[in-house]
């Protein structure tokens, strides 16, 4: 009796140990990493979020593998293609990379990567109301006003339109959304823009104007046109008049009139 019993323990000790390495097998077989088969490619995502001007590193990436005919276009396929690369704007986690939201990493400050080709960054300083109360941000797009006031009048006019904010002070990427007093502001122009940029501080007063991140359309700027010059006029001189005089010639009994001037 004790031999059976002994026997069926040793048989269900057997089939349960078998179950589970089973069951071990098939889970280990799911969860290994396969290789990217023919048919599949890489795309590179954000694992973290990160903000404008963050050099990435391998620990801010991930790698996913899409069907070719379901892979999403144009983003990096690698990691050796990201990492070291600056991010151009603020990158959210799940974010595909994409080769036109980064920039390389040159010598010098990060903010030098982030200009555009043939683009300059130009500081301006600000207070709390050209700088829009704090609330300008890297990344936001702003309209330039210039105000000329005199004894008769003042006049205001956009001069630039649509510039982007490369940085706030010496931030040039942050995750706040609270108002942050700032005392400069560096934005992206061209040559052409900075030299209305700095004409425009010389001449009157500029303020910022923030803008709606959606909106695109276009704003009529004013032409930058001279200070009017005055000349200074030689008054004209005038040739003197002379007034015709008579005379009278009286010989013996006769009298003539003569004119003479």
Known sequence: MMNSRSLGFTVLSVLFAGIAVFMAKNWLDNNRPKDVKVDEVQAIAMSVSVSAGTVLEQKHLSVRSFPRSMAPKN????????????????????????????????????????IESNMRAVTIRVDDVVGVAGFLLPGNRVDVLMTRSSRENASTDVVLSNLKVLAVDQVTGTDANKPILVRAVTLEVSLEQAEVLMNARSRGSIQLALRNPNDKSAVELAEAKPEPVVAAVEPRRLAPSYEKRKIEVIRGVSMQTVTVD
């Open 75 to 114: 983003v990096s396929q690698s990691m050796e293609a990201v990492v070291g690369k600056v991010a151009r704007h603020p990158m959210l986690e799940g974010d595909f990379v994409r080769p036109e939201k980064l920039a390389e990493k040159g010598e010098g400050s990060v903010l030098a990567s982030l």
